[in-house]
């Protein structure tokens, strides 16, 4: 046994306080499966310049220019910063082509290898936003829903723009053009 470990690393550094047992072989972190990693959400820079998101990105090696998207070709990937699992054991490199916060290497963080879609989800569900728009549209109650508030508020002062308003909205809904102003993407129903 102690041959085999010749060929792996066999220096893994554990910096677990909890104590609790580590199990796995002294791998690269950065090569270990999905499932064994805690990763962080992707990193918005949409609200950005575009000289600040190539800076960011240059330097730290991930970030999503734009959020979201209709179609699969329309949504950007970024990779993501990621540590391993606190019961598994893995050799920690510090990259050398990208800055590092301190944190990063006091947690043991790292760049994926793999990349994670540009999408946020806030809670909006296309169905329910639908009914809403078809039953209390005239009301704006699918604006309000959506966060468009100051349209919500003039639909209802107006109910609905005496209906013409109301069903251009529910329209708008089912063609794919009225969507949550925050910009994030239809919650999925599975």
């Known amino acids: 046994k102690q041959w085999c470990l010749r060929w792996v690393r066999a220096v893994c550094f554990d910096t677990n306080t909890n ?37 960011f990105i240059k330097n730290h090696g991930h970030g999503c220019r734009k959020m979201g998207g209709e179609a699969h070709d329309e949504v950007d990937k970024t990779r993501v910063v990621c540590k391993s699992i606190d019961t598994f054991t893995c050799y920690w490199e510090k990259p050398g082509d990208k800055d590092l916060n301190n944190t ?68 708008l809904l089912i063609t794919g053009n009225l969507t949550p102003n925050d910009r994030s993407n239809w919650e999925t129903l599975y």
């Open 19 to 55: 104590n609790k047992p580590r199990t796995g072989l002294c791998k690269p972190c950065q090569e270990l499966p999905e499932h064994l990693l805690d990763c962080d959400d992707v990193k918005d820079l949409s609200e950005y310049n575009k000289t600040m998101q190539d800076a």
């Open 104 to 171: 990063w290497e006091e947690e043991r963080k790292f760049l994926s290898e793999f990349e994670k879609p540009c999408v946020k989800y806030t809670g909006h569900y296309f169905q329910s936003t639908l009914i809403y728009s078809i039953l209390l549209g005239f009301l704006g109650v699918d604006r309000f829903c959506l966060g468009w508030t100051g349209i919500g508020v003039g639909k209802m002062l107006t109910i609905g723009g005496l209906g013409i308003w109301w069903v251009i909205d529910i329209i």
